[in-house]
C-alpha cells in the first residue's frame, strides 16, 4: 500500500510567498499603472479624512457641550444683525454691509466716539433687552423644566414676548424691507431678517437647554459615585 504523506501548510513561509509575490507583481507593474493605484489610494485617503473630520465635528457640535458652543455662537451673531436693525432706525445708516447700498464708514469701527455713542449704546442694549425676553418666552414655552418659571410667570413672560416679537418684526422689516427687490434678493432678505429676529433667542435658549442638561449628567454622575 503506497504511503500517503501530508503536507503541513506553515502560514509565515505562505505570508511571506505572498509578500514576495505581491512585490514581483510591483515590480512589473506598468509605471502608468502604479501612478494610478498610488493615486486612487491618494485620493480615497484624502475623501475618507475629509469625511472623519466632517462627522467628528458634527457628533462634538450635538454633544452638550457643542450646543452650549452653538448657542453661544447664533446669540451673539443675532445680537450683532438686531443691532444693525436699531441702529438703523436711530440714525438711518447700516451698520452691517449684508444686503445694503450704503454702510457706514468703515472709519468709524476705529473710533472710541462710535463705541460710546449713545446712538450704539442704546441699540446694543435695545437689541439684548428685547432678544432676552424673547429667550425667555421661547425657552418657558419649549423647554418648560430649563425656565424654571411658576405658570403666572410663564403667562407674564410669552405676552411680553409677544409684543417683543411684535416691535422687532416691524423694525427689523423697515430696516431691511423685501418690496421692490428680484426673488432672489427678496429670498435672501426675507431669510436675513428671519436670523435678525430668531437668532439671538435661538442661540440663547439652545444655551439654557444645554446648560440644564450639563448640570443634571453632572449631578447624576455625582449620585451614582
Known amino acids: 500500500m503506497a504511503r500517503t504523506i501530508r503536507r503541513i501548510n506553515n502560514p ?17 507593474t506598468p509605471f502608468g499603472a502604479k501612478f494610478i493605484v498610488n493615486a486612487n489610494r491618494v ?29 453661544g455662537v447664533c446669540a451673539i451673531a443675532g445680537l450683532v444683525i438686531s443691532t444693525d436693525t436699531y441702529y438703523q432706525q ?27 455713542s449713545f446712538q450704539f449704546i442704546f441699540s446694543s442694549l435695545m ?25 403666572t410667570q410663564k403667562m407674564i413672560v410669552t405676552r411680553i414676548g409677544l409684543f417683543a416679537y411684535a416691535v422687532e418684526l416691524l423694525f427689523t422689516f423697515s ?6 427687490l428680484d426673488t432672489y434678493r427678496k429670498i435672501s432678505v426675507f431669510l ?28 447624576e454622575a455625582k449620585s451614582e459615585e
Open 90 to 116: 436711530i440714525t438711518g445708516v447700516p451698520l452691517l454691509p449684508f444686503f445694503e447700498e450704503t454702510w457706514i464708514d468703515p472709519v468709524r469701527y476705529r473710533q472710541a466716539s462710535f463705541w460710546f
Open 127 to 151: 437689541s439684548l433687552v428685547v432678544d432676552w425676553i424673547q429667550s425667555l418666552a421661547l425657552v418657558s414655552n419649549l423647554v418648560p423644566k430649563a425656565s424654571k418659571l411658576t405658570k
Open 43 to 71: 485620493i480615497f485617503k484624502g475623501i475618507g479624512s475629509i469625511g472623519l473630520v466632517i462627522v467628528t465635528t458634527a457628533e462634538n457640535l450635538l454633544s452638550p457641550n457643542g450646543c452650549l458652543f452653538l448657542g
Open 175 to 180: 430696516s431691511r424691507g423685501i418690496a421692490g
Open 12 to 28: 509565515a513561509k505562505d505570508r511571506l510567498s505572498y509578500l514576495e509575490k505581491s512585490e514581483a507583481a510591483n515590480r512589473i
Open 192 to 219: 436675513y431678517n428671519l436670523g435678525s429676529i430668531f437668532g439671538a433667542e435661538a442661540g440663547f435658549a439652545l444655551a439654557a437647554v444645554s446648560k440644564e442638561n450639563l448640570e443634571k449628567a453632572a449631578r
